[in-house]
T-cell receptor, first 115, second 110 residues
Framework: GAVVSQHPSWVICKSGTSVKIECRSL??????MFWYRQFPKQSLMLMAT?????????EQGVEKDKFLINHASLTLSTLTVTSAHPEDSSFYIC???????????FGPGTRLTVL | DAKTTQPPSMECAEGRAANLPCNHS???????VYWYRQIHSQGPQYIIH???NNETNEMASLIITEDRKSSTLILPHATLRDTAVYYC???????????FGPGTRLSVLP
């Protein structure tokens, strides 16, 4: 299957700081990328969908000014958690899909801990 | 909301076949059935997908009932590394997103 990478794999930051997470499709062009969040013992929850060169579409209840998404190229999307607080601590997972394929491939996830 | 129903947990002996059921009674004609699994603290891994015909790949087989209201994922020879949460997802066209339910936690026992 296609490979999606995320960086960093884990990050610890102080409350009030901003954290950027990168998501890359390594061997295909991702026309659409998705960002999910997963709290302990819960399932994945979609946060937003982004198409290359367009503004992201956010799910209800997700603050677009807090979770900034940039999908500047067909192989890179970034999620920036601005002014992070302890309640933002979670497992963030990106996913990518190539336009002609039905499968959606997921990155390994980034564990964010806000102190 | 997820369009599928799965048992919350299952156990399987190592080396035996693991049969994971999924109900999707409201599936519509253009919706595919996808299976993913998530090993602890990792991103979901694609397993297989199908529309109405049974499918097989190197990882698993997918059996879809004729009325398409349910399906079964079969891991033919489960190993300890197959211990994971398995998600059955129904999705239609490219514009639709994957909605993850709670999945089935499969424990493969030695």
């Amino acid at each position: 299957g296609a490979v999606v990478s995320q960086h960093p794999s884990w990050v610890i930051c102080k409350s009030g700081t901003s954290v950027k997470i990168e998501c890359r499709s390594l061997d295909f062009q991702a026309t659409t990328m998705f960002w999910y969040r997963q709290f302990p013992k819960q399932s994945l929850m979609l946060m937003a969908t982004s198409n290359e060169g367009s503004k992201a579409t956010y799910e209800q209840g997700v603050e677009k000014d807090k979770f900034l998404i940039n999908h500047a190229s067909l192989t890179l999307s970034t999620l920036t958690v601005t002014s992070a607080h302890p309640e933002d601590s979670s497992f963030y997972i990106c996913s990518a899909r190539a336009g002609e394929r039905r499968e959606q491939f997921f990155g390994p996830g980034t564990r964010l801990t806000v102190l | 909301d997820a369009k599928t129903t799965q048992p919350p947990s299952m156990e399987c002996a190592e080396g035996r076949a693991a049969n994971l059921p999924c109900n999707h009674s409201t599936i519509s004609g253009n919706e595919y059935v996808y299976w993913y699994r998530q090993i602890h603290s990792q991103g979901p891994q694609y397993i297989i997908h199908g529309l109405k015909n049974n499918e097989t790949n190197e990882m698993a087989s997918l059996i879809i009932t004729e009325d398409r209201k349910s399906s079964t994922l079969i891991l033919p020879h489960a190993t300890l590394r197959d211990t994971a949460v398995y998600y059955c997802i129904v999705r239609g066209g490219y514009g639709q997103n994957f909605v993850f339910g709670p999945g089935t936690r499969l424990s493969v026992l030695p």
